[in-house]
């Protein structure tokens, strides 16, 4: 990724690519709105997720991240 890239076209770019998505989860991650944007894409795009906590969370989590 060069300097003028952009972050979310390649990160969204990333997300279509992939067969399978690994969620790294902890508070920072289920509080994100970029996180949850992504998790968003993935689910529509019908690739599946694989979340992993990273700390105790609880789960299922709550808001807009529920459906992982």
Known sequence: MGG???L???IDAGIR???VIVCCMNSAYV???NCSREV???ISTGKPLI???ME??????????GPI
């Open 4 to 6: 003028g890239d952009k």
């Open 8 to 10: 979310f076209a390649k």
């Open 51 to 53: 979340p992993l906590q």
């Open 31 to 33: 509080e994100s709105d």
């Open 17 to 19: 690519g992939a067969k």
């Open 56 to 65: 105790k969370l609880k789960w299922p989590p709550e808001g807009a991240l």
């Open 40 to 42: 968003h894409l993935a």
